[in-house]
């Protein structure tokens, strides 16, 4: 019956090879072989481990300095020399004459500095010292200058002893090394063997200067020691080409990283290595001043707290103060740059600053550790320890995502699919370079191209180890029907994708951007196996506590695709990037290369851009087609006898009152007010009248504006005439006799009202409409309600709300729907104003002011929410995604314009989309893929901005990869969406067949696959562990289920809300989350905000979980019950609900009152939590025994037998049946297939 | 007599053949983005009734001429033309729906069966040519 066919068509492309972008021009050096490097490689190991142990035991303070420095120099820095000191023979001189020739005409612009390159150790010592705790550039700065004369020395005179003497000065600096040095030092010692002349320098600046000052100045200096000695090797190295991708790859990722050590307790750890990768130093710009720097260190005070904003790691929050400012803060980085642009720059000792960063930048990072030192497992334990830490911040709902376990026990790196690194296996030297860095894989996708046999020989035996060696935890086979306590004690949180960490922490959030496959699938036809969708989940607007702003004249964008420039994207050499979408090779602007943040030039990938996967861009006027619209917000409200009844319009108009002045806009904002019944008024509310006119025009077939200029008017400047009409509006109409409802010519007045500036409509409707253009008629036949055969009419009637959105879409209009009435209205026609005006739709069953106080709350809540949240006008989105995949269906409130172009008149935080993709090209030549979302929308005040987001996921060839990352959430998520589409535009029996087919088919592709289980019983992978519960509960959803009594609107309305809601929201609307709540207590307990928030565990949605002794919760995402058992505890209804005992607890009760006892204020304390994670604020109910709402709370307990549905047990053994059937058919074909 | 029938038919073909370039030109146009898809649909929802009427007429004209070869070779285009044009949901605005249009790969089915319909119709545009020459001839 009705599968769903993942796939489209696919096309077999003969496979793309990479361009090759990057020719080996940088190789101008001697060709040294590499393996020339692990000869000195023989002596690191021990080092390496040796001052690990050393530094990261040191307190992260500066007093604890000058020994710290003394072992450092002994242990660390001659060891490190001493190797290279066999590859120090030819000073490479080609590149770094063009650098410094280039850097000095840049530096000429700049103001004479004070302190000459000779100078530069002394001063450099010196100056750091005194301004250690003012600035981390400070004493970046100093090193700078040392470094640059000293290597320039180092070169002609083979260096080491000098290295050492300059290694004495930077006294201040030791201090820091606890933090990062360790890592860079390992770098520096291995990295040689991948070398690029050219390194681009990396965002660490940005990124270190967040933590105290001292931190930053580490890997700076770390960096620079290491090329020293390897001056001669940088340049030679014929590997360079594929490299330097790899190398800026990690770049890019590996600031992030340093912040996260740091933050996790200023650990050092194996990692470093990227750190060092990147470090290397480009032109430092501030770099060669000392003296300078003491300027620039005042100005830069509030620096740690700006720059930490940008970093947006995943799994990190910061407190949400700093995080405010972050906009403007950036923003004004990016105006000094314009201003004072080549400023810090120095002049007398760049030059050899020039030489020396080319040389160090030679030194890459591609470095490695035996995979076996402890070092690692060390770091993994930190980092590892790291989270609680950070979750216990972030109150999201989805939590960080935590490191798997399985990672700690032999790869350092993620479970290491062995596909990512074999290139660097068999490439790179021998054994102690081998181990795999995490570093590599970025660049992994060049490999093949240079190596095509040895990549695939050892993703072979990848393969192998992966299945072997070990088993990542997400591929654990999980019984379903003996285990049954599948449910995480906490919520289910989002899997990581297998990336280095690097790139993990640069990652988009998973809240903004999921896709169903965090590890995608090389090839269609893999796909095609996996019987699971492809598609991602997005959630683009998303209210953040952090997000860089960016403002600059040019937006750099690759040139064919016009992709945003992104932290996955490789820096070829310092002047041009290779897009990681379409893998053209683009200039980098010369604007691009000075970096607002450091001042620093040459930087390019660490501007803000590069480092953060979610940025905002200010855009410049190309983006717009005309000037910015003003905020306009138009309200249609109904008016007939149904609606004053309802008495929606009190609330309505007490909630504009409150809220007016917090309607997102400017000075330019506009406001009006159109009714309607039989006829349609609208409000002159010009300014200067004494009091708001009526106007009303009765000949609603041919509907026109009576004063086209004054009904919207400024909200400023009338905003008396606006308060005494909404004062007076809800008396006006109280004697109506009107019945009928004329909302057709309603909105085809507002339509005309808004065309000329587009901006958003708020429809309130109590009926079904019946008069003029677009009247309805009843179509719900109520005793088909709990029908199991065939429900019909989910589809709109009429096509006219439709035409209506796509006219109001083009005008940039948005039609948001609110539906408050008591009988059938028919949403399924009305919701497609809009559905495709990109609207959204709110919906009150037998709403009533007085008679259901409920519903009367949440329209209050919700309103308060809607008039003040966020609001992006004349928006547009795109989605791209690597050259191979395409995107082929979309889900979400909004209109297609063309292919890949969706169309939001408005956007608002509380939307969210979905797409589906098909591999149409085998993505076999790359080891990444990346997908973007950009977001280009004017904001309320008035400004162009786009918001991009970009994630990267690993490619995987094997079947048990892609299931190991299936992220079970979002197949759910994107099932329920493509089961809406199918039971409109087919049945709903042939949308529910399909959603157990989706559970049948991969799970027995699954066991297919999984030759050593038993057939006879019902095993998923630990990732899909939850996905027959899941899908039985969207099949026990009121949108799908069948044989409940279950109103079409009602129906209708979620399924609208599974096709506009994001994920987050949706699965708490599938699968509730109920919780114990009579014996909350204060062990597993975290802490947000100073107050205390129990964490009472997940229980399973069963009414055998309830016990009459108990007290529970459940969060629906949109309401939440607290059932009270009959014999609950009478000190807990006392405590917490404030009534002596189970009887006298009213039936009708919405709000827990204020008590003093610990429990109450737990219990409060934990609801309050739960609803700041949501921004519509539920509405809470409790309920007994009796109570007319227990059957709407039994519904959701969705493990539970009904007359009409499976338990899950149920569910689950027919699941299994249908599988033996189909694993049978499968084994019969294959029978007949073979020979 | 005969020869008339097939001038009619062979012009009305002529029409048929210039509407399915129409089509495939005008989704090409979409697929490329060089318009959007709400004029794109307009456009050719303009244009289905004609269609349908346009090949309803041949597929009856020789029905009634009993020419039962070529009858039957139009009969399952024609009908398929018809069940489309009934089957299109209250709520879309056509046959090509701009909502949908770019939704589970319906562009590309559009264009299959615009490429599909040119092929069948220059196919008929010969054997009317044909017919109509050995019609004349005859006469």
């Known amino acids: ?1235 | 007599m005969e020869s008339v029938v097939f001038i009619f038919s062979l012009i009305d073909n002529c029409a048929l053949i210039f509407l399915s370039v129409y089509f495939i030109i005008t989704l090409s146009d979409l697929e490329c983005d060089y318009i959007n898809a709400r004029s794109c649909c307009s456009k050719l929802n303009k244009w289905v009734v004609p269609e349908v009427v346009g090949h309803a007429v041949v597929t009856v004209l020789m029905l009634i001429s009993l020419h039962w070869f070529i009858f039957l070779l139009n009969l399952p285009v024609a009908t398929w033309n018809i069940y489309r044009y009934i089957m299109v949901p209250s709520g879309n605005m056509g046959v090509f729906d701009p909502t949908e249009i770019h939704n589970r790969g319906q562009l590309k089915s559009h264009m299959k069966e615009a490429m599909i319909k040119l092929g069948f119709h220059l196919l008929c545009f010969f054997m009317y040519l044909y017919s109509m020459i050995l019609a004349l001839i005859n006469d």
Not at chain 1, 650 to 662: A, G, P, R, Y
Not at chain 1, 751 to 759: A, D, I
């Open chain 1, 1 to 1235: 019956m009705g599968g769903w066919d993942f796939t489209l068509d696919s096309h077999t492309i003969p496979l793309l090879q990479p361009k090759k972008g990057a020719a080996p021009r940088y190789q101008n050096g001697p060709v040294q072989s590499q393996m020339q490097f692990p000869s000195g490689y023989g002596s690191h190991p021990p080092n390496y481990s040796a001052p690990s142990g050393h530094y990261s035991q040191v307190p992260n303070k500066a007093a604890a300095s000058s020994h710290l420095d003394n072992q450092y120099r002994a242990s660390y820095y001659p060891t490190y020399y001493s190797a290279p000191a066999q590859n120090v023979m030819t000073p490479s001189v080609g590149s770094s004459v063009l650098n410094t020739q280039e850097s000095q005409q840049f530096y000429n612009k700049t103001p004479p500095h004070t302190v000459g390159s000779a100078e530069g150790p002394i001063q450099g010592a010196i100056s750091p010292v005194s301004y250690l705790h003012t600035s981390a550039q400070q004493s970046y700065s100093a090193f700078g200058n040392h470094y640059s004369t000293s290597v320039s020395s180092s070169v002609t005179s083979q260096g080491f002893p000098l290295n050492s003497d300059r290694y004495t000065m930077p006294v201040v600096s030791s201090a820091l090394y606890p933090n990062v040095s360790y890592p860079a030092a390992a770098g520096g010692v291995y990295g040689q063997a991948f070398t690029s002349q050219s390194l681009p320098a990396v965002g660490q600046f940005k990124e270190t200067t967040t933590f105290s000052s001292q931190s930053t100045s580490v890997p700076h200096s770390l960096q620079q020691h290491v090329p020293m000695g390897y001056n001669s090797t940088l340049s030679t190295i014929p590997s360079a080409q594929s490299t330097q991708d790899n190398l800026s790859r990690h770049l890019t990722g590996s600031a992030a990283k340093v912040n996260n050590q740091i933050n996790t307790g200023g650990v050092d750890s194996p990692q470093p290595m990227h750190s060092v990768s990147q470090t290397i130093p480009f032109t430092k710009p501030g770099a060669g001043t000392p003296a300078s720097s003491a300027v620039v260190s005042s100005v830069r005070t509030p620096a740690p707290s700006l720059s930490s904003q940008p970093r947006s790691s995943p799994s990190v929050t910061q407190s949400p103060e700093s995080a405010l400012q972050e906009g403007m803060q950036y923003g004004g980085y990016v105006n000094n740059q314009a201003s004072s642009a080549p400023a810090p720059l120095s002049s007398s000792s760049d030059d050899e600053e020039e030489d020396e960063e080319d040389e160090e930048a030679a030194i890459d990072s591609s470095s490695t550790t035996s995979s076996a030192s402890p070092v690692l497992n060390n770091y993994d334990a930190l980092e590892g320890g790291g989270y609680p830490e950070t979750r216990s911040v972030t109150s999201s709902p989805v939590p960080a995502p935590s490191v798997p376990q399985t990672s700690k026990a032999s790869k350092p790196f993620g479970y290491g699919y062995p596909t990512l690194q074999p290139g660097y296996q068999n490439a790179a030297p021998p054994a102690p370079v081998q181990p795999s860095n995490p570093g590599h894989h970025p660049g992994f996708q060049h490999y093949p191209q240079q190596y095509p046999g040895v990549n695939q020989l050892s993703s072979s035996l990848g393969g192998l180890s992966l299945q072997h060696s070990q088993q990542p935890e997400s591929l654990r086979p999980v019984n379903l029907t003996q285990d049954r306590n599948i449910l995480p004690v906490s919520s289910v949180p989002a899997p990581v994708p297998n990336l280095n960490s690097d790139l993990r922490k640069l990652n988009c959030s998973p809240d903004s951007f999921r896709c169903t496959l965090t590890n995608i699938p090389q090839t269609q036809a893999l796909l095609n196996k996996a019987k699971l969708p492809l598609g991602l989940l997005l959630h683009p607007f998303r209210d953040l506590t952090q997000l860089p702003v960016i403002t600059s004249s040019t937006i750099v964008r690759c040139r064919s695709c016009r992709t945003y420039i992104n932290p996955f994207v490789s820096f070829i050499d310092q002047r041009r990037w290779k897009c990681n979408l379409c893998y053209r090779v683009n200039d980098v602007p010369e604007e691009f290369m000075y970096n607002p943040l450091t001042r620093s030039y040459g930087e390019p990938h660490k501007r803000p851009e590069v480092q953060n996967s979610t940025v905002e861009f200010i855009a410049s006027s190309d983006y717009m087609l005309r000037p910015p619209q003003p905020a306009v917000y138009l309200f249609v409200l109904d008016v007939s006898h149904n609606a004053v009844e309802a008495g929606y319009l009190t609330i309505l108009c007490q909630s504009l009152l409150e809220n007016l002045d917090k309607l997102p806009g400017d000075s330019r904002t506009r406001i009006g007010f159109i009714t309607f019944d039989s006829t349609v008024q609208f409000y002159n509310l010009q300014e200067g009248l004494s009091q708001p006119q009526m106007l009303i025009v009765s000949d609603i077939d041919d509907i026109f504006l009576p004063t086209p200029d004054s009904l919207l008017v400024n909200l400023h400047e009338s905003k008396e005439l606006i308060k005494d009409l909404l004062n007076a509006l809800p008396n006006m109409f109280t004697n109506t006799r009107e019945t009928h409802s004329a909302l057709g010519p309603a909105l085809q007045a507002a339509f005309k009202l808004m065309s000329p500036t587009g901006g958003r409509i708020s429809v309130f409707q109590t009926q079904l409409p019946s008069l003029g253009a677009g009247l309805l008629h009843s179509r719900e036949d109520p005793n088909q309600r709990s029908s199991t055969k065939v429900v019909q009419h989910l589809g709109p009637a009429t096509d006219f709300y439709k035409k209506l959105a796509l006219d109001c879409s083009g005008q940039q209009t948005a039609v948001d729907l609110f539906l408050l009435s008591s009988q059938y209205s028919d949403l399924a026609s009305l919701a497609c104003m809009s559905k495709y005006s990109a609207g959204c739709i709110y919906y009150y069953p037998s709403f009533h002011r007085s008679h259901n106080p409920a519903q009367a709350e949440k329209l209050q809540k919700d309103l308060k929410r809607y008039l003040t949240r966020k609001i992006g006008f004349e928006a547009v989105m795109r989605i791209r995604c690597t050259k191979g995949l395409s995107i082929h269906t979309f889900h979400g409130n909004f209109f297609v314009r063309s292919t890949d172009l969706l169309s939001l008149a408005n956007v608002n935080p509380d939307a969210g989309f979905a797409v589906q993709m098909s591999i149409e090209e085998s993505l076999t030549d790359t080891s990444l893929v990346c997908f973007q979302t950009a977001l280009l929308y004017t904001s309320s005040k008035g400004e162009r901005r786009i918001r991009v987001h970009t994630l990267c996921l690993p490619v995987v060839s094997s079947l048990a990869d892609v299931y190991a990352g299936a992220d079970v959430q979002a197949v759910v998520c994107l099932l329920a969406n493509m089961a809406v589409d199918r039971s409109v535009s087919s049945s709903l029996a042939d949308a529910r067949d399909a959603l157990v087919n989706a559970v049948v088919d991969s799970l027995a592709a699954y066991m297919s696959t999984a030759s050593n289980l038993q057939q006879s019983v019902l095993v998923a992978p630990n990732s899909l562990r939850l996905f027959p519960l899941y899908i039985l509960a969207l099949l026990k959803q009121k949108a799908f289920r069948t044989g409940t009594s279950t109103r079409l609107d009602d129906r209708v309305y979620a399924m609208c809300q599974m096709k506009s809601q994001p994920l987050v929201h949706l699965m708490k609307m599938i699968h509730p989350n109920l919780y114990r709540i009579d014996k909350l207590i204060d062990e597993s307990t975290i802490h947000v905000n100073d107050r205390v928030v129990p964490q009472p565990p997940l229980q399973k949605l069963s009414a055998e979980k309830l016990t009459r002794e108990g007290a529970f919760l459940m969060d629906c995402g949109s309401a939440f019950y607290i059932w009270i058992g009959k014999n609950c505890d009478n000190n807990f209804i006392k405590d917490v609900l404030g009534y002596p005992d189970y009887a006298s607890v009213p039936q009708k009760m919405t709000q827990l009152p204020e008590g003093d006892a610990p429990s109450s204020e737990r219990t409060r304390s934990f609801i309050s939590w739960l609803r700041d994670s949501r921004p519509l604020s539920p509405v809470l109910q409790v309920i007994k025994d009796e109570n007319p709402g227990k059957t709407e709370f039994f519904q959701h307990l969705i493990e539970d037998r009904t007359e009409a549905a499976f338990s899950y047990y149920e569910f689950l053994l027919n699941i299994q049946q249908q599988i033996s059937t189909y694993v049978g058919r499968i084994r019969s074909f294959q029978l007949l297939t073979l020979p």
